[in-house]
């Protein structure tokens, strides 16, 4: 059965929050329980009404199962028992993908990083929360910055000792890590620690926790601006060099490109990733996708996303353009910076592919490539602005200013 075409013919499924224990449970929601046909729960969660008499489903393994299981029953009064809040990192983003709103009821109760909170007892609002639930511990180089409250939620490879460690190699050792462990269980633990201690030492933790991270320390090797520095960046060369836009080029580039969340941006000739990087980072609601051709550039590019942080919305595709093209979705912004001797078609393939109301930024070094810009852009209104970049070097003991190779940068729009 197709979920995408498929009309839900039953009542609206029931979705509750259990919250941190049983008796959090209003007259409301209790009297969608006993009015259920079909419950589906984890086994934990199931165990919490023995009284109930209904029929009771655990969770499919894989979850992709539910939706069949959920198709079997159709016309039944099903309810779906979650932690917390449904809607808060919770199944809703699953059942949402199959069934329009409309179709879904939400009861949603205390979020188990509300709760620690309330342990902590200190407000949460500007608190920034982030799942690293079944995600790479890396994603929280993305956002990690000086003097901020972070609230995680964790599995067994983002522990509180590897978030220490993390928090030390980012420069954080001084941050003070608050651990909550089964919450509202009579097993519950809240405990403190700072991360220099923590990072690497033999402390047992419950599977069940969850980490509020205020964050102290020097910091300095993870971005806190736009701008980041050339020689933060892995190249196989000496630091700052190698395929890579400079600094000042590079934020000329994404200001051109103005990304927005929700945009899909290529990186077309992406090198060790200095432009794709920097542009995922600054616009995490968005996606980059980054081609790139080169074995050991493809190396130092994943090197750079790690690094960064930027593994969830900077996607690496190794090949040739135009060609690797073809399997990516249609973009909103697209930055041409290598084209291996084919501008010409590269620019035509783009275009073609770029949304209305889109932006093509290319830069071109050689004379050759500028011709090509040129020749491309033709009697469309385009915008055209030349970089020359001098930095300065120590040469006979005195500074002297050294130039690079002047870029030439085109900006076109798609007119919607």
């Known amino acids: 059965m197709d979920e995408a075409q498929f009309t ?23 009297a969608v329980l006993e009015s259920a046909e079909l419950l589906i729960g984890s086994a934990a969660h199931l165990a919490a009404f023995p009284a109930l008499t209904v029929a009771k489903t655990p969770y499919p393994s894989p979850m992709s199962g539910l939706w069949k299981l959920l198709c079997a029953s159709a016309g039944r009064r099903i309810v779906l028992l ?36 309330a342990r902590l007892g200190r407000p949460w609002q500007q608190a920034q929360c982030v799942s690293l639930h079944g995600r790479p511990l890396a994603g929280l180089r993305a956002v990690l910055q000086a003097n901020r409250r972070y609230a995680l939620l964790t599995d067994r490879d983002s522990s509180p000792p590897a978030i220490a460690q993390l928090l030390v190699e980012t420069g954080f050792g001084e ?42 320390g020097q910091g300095g090797v993870l971005p806190e601006f736009p701008g980041i520095p050339d020689d933060r960046f892995s190249t196989g060369e000496e630091p700052g060099k190698g395929l890579l ?17 929700g945009d899909i941006g290529w990186d077309v000739g992406a090198g060790c990733g200095g432009v794709s990087v920097e542009w995922a980072r600054w ?52 930055f041409i910076g290598g084209s291996s001797g084919n501008l010409r078609e590269m620019l035509e393939t783009v275009w073609t592919r770029l949304q209305p109301g889109g932006r093509l930024v290319a830069s071109a070094v050689t004379e050759d490539s500028r011709v ?42 798609k007119t919607a």
């Open 372 to 413: 090509e810009l040129h020749a491309f852009a033709g009697d469309r209104e385009t915008y055209w602005t030349e970089l020359s970049i001098a930095r300065a070097e120590r040469l006979a003991g005195q500074r002297v200013m050294r130039p690079y190779l002047p870029v030439l940068l085109m900006k076109l729009e």
């Open 245 to 261: 836009s400079k600094r000042e080029v590079r934020l000329m580039i994404l200001s051109l490109l103005a990304p927005r969340a």
């Open 82 to 117: 979650a932690s917390g809040d449904p809607l808060f990192y919770g199944i809703s983003q699953t059942l949402l993908r199959w069934l329009p709103p409309e179709q879904l009821v939400f009861h949603p109760n205390i979020s188990s990083l509300q709760a620690a909170f």
């Open 283 to 334: 616009n995490p609601l968005g996606v980059v996708y980054a081609v790139e051709c080169h074995p050991e550039r493809l190396e130092h590019l994943g090197i750079n996303r790690d690094r960064f942080g930027v593994i969830g919305n900077l996607h690496i595709v190794p090949g040739t353009a135009p060609a690797a093209l073809e399997p990516l979705p249609d973009p909103q912004a697209v």
């Open 175 to 216: 941050s003070t890590l608050w651990v909550a462990e089964d919450l509202g269980t009579a097993q519950e633990q809240f405990r403190q620690f700072q991360a220099a201690e923590l990072a690497g030492a033999e402390v047992e933790f419950s599977a069940l926790n969850v980490v509020i991270l205020e964050t102290r």
């Open 8 to 30: 839900w013919p039953g009542p609206p499924i029931q979705v509750v929050g259990m919250g941190m224990r049983v008796g959090m449970l209003s007259p409301a929601v209790r």
